[in-house]
């Protein structure tokens, strides 16, 4: 298994270009979400999603848009990138089973370093 | 709200033991640790949950206070490889879902 796999690794954008960075997870696990993590900082949820089909927002979902067409990808799109969302961006999934109180852990991805000059 | 964690940092020998305490104004359902060595995705630690249940590493222990909204983790013994951030992830019970709010961390550094 690959587990959590994103791309790019690195990006420069230029402020108001748009991207998407991608996230694919192979563990067929329902839970999947998104990250940013300043430096020096805690990570901040910027959107999760609990299954194909159904997204929601974290804390900072402000500049930010997801879809999740598919349980394998949860893709996150910046329309008119701005230098505060400079940030390296996390991806990660989990498992969660409705059947029982146990809440299986987080795996991350290892990340997206982007810049926005 | 942010779960706080103390302390900010430690410093340690290799062998010594340390406590790293995550608490949170809110009523918690489960706590998560993770370790972020520089430059790396964070990896799972620990999960605590209401009512006493945990899953994690064999060589880590914690301990999670429902009353006090609060978790501690306990490092014994350290070993270079214990150095890193360490974050706690607080879920609260106001929503039963996976959605963690991670504190800001507190960065180890064990010197040999």
């Known amino acids: 298994n690959a587990g959590v796999t994103q791309t790019p690794k690195f990006r420069i954008l230029k402020i108001g270009q748009s991207m998407t960075l991608q996230c694919t997870q192979d563990?067929?696990?329902?839970?999947m979400y998104w990250y940013r993590q300043d430096p020096g900082m805690g990570l901040k949820l910027i959107y999760y999603?609990?299954?194909?089909?159904?997204?929601d927002k974290g804390e900072v979902p402000n500049g930010y848009n997801v879809s999740r067409s598919t349980t394998e990808d949860f893709p996150l799109r910046l329309e008119l990138a701005a230098p505060s969302q400079t940030s390296v961006y996390f991806c990660?999934?989990?498992?969660?089973?409705?059947?029982?109180?146990?809440?299986?852990?987080?795996?991350f991805g290892p990340g997206t370093r982007l810049t926005v000059t | 709200q942010q779960p706080v964690q103390s302390p900010q940092a430690v410093i340690l020998r290799e062998g010594e033991d340390a406590v790293i305490n995550c608490s949170s104004s809110?009523?918690?359902?489960?706590v998560h640790w993770y370790r972020q060595k520089h430059g790396e995705a964070p990896v799972f630690l620990m999960i605590?949950?209401?009512?006493?249940e945990q899953k994690g590493h064999d060589k880590i222990s914690a301990s999670f206070n429902e009353k006090k909204q609060q978790s501690s983790l306990y490092l014994t013994a350290s070993q270079l490889s214990y150095s890193g951030t360490y974050f706690c992830?607080?879920?609260?019970?106001?929503?039963?879902?996976?959605?963690?709010?991670f504190g800001t961390g507190t960065r180890l550094q064990v010197f040999p």
């Open positions: 605590l949950l209401k009512g006493g």
């Open positions: 992830g607080t879920e609260s019970s106001d929503w039963n879902t996976d959605k963690l709010i």
């Open positions: 999603s609990v299954g194909a089909g159904i997204t």
């Open positions: 563990m067929n696990h329902n839970y």
């Open positions: 990660a999934s989990s498992y969660s089973s409705i059947w029982t109180s146990m809440k299986d852990e987080q795996y």
């Open positions: 809110k009523a918690l359902y489960s």
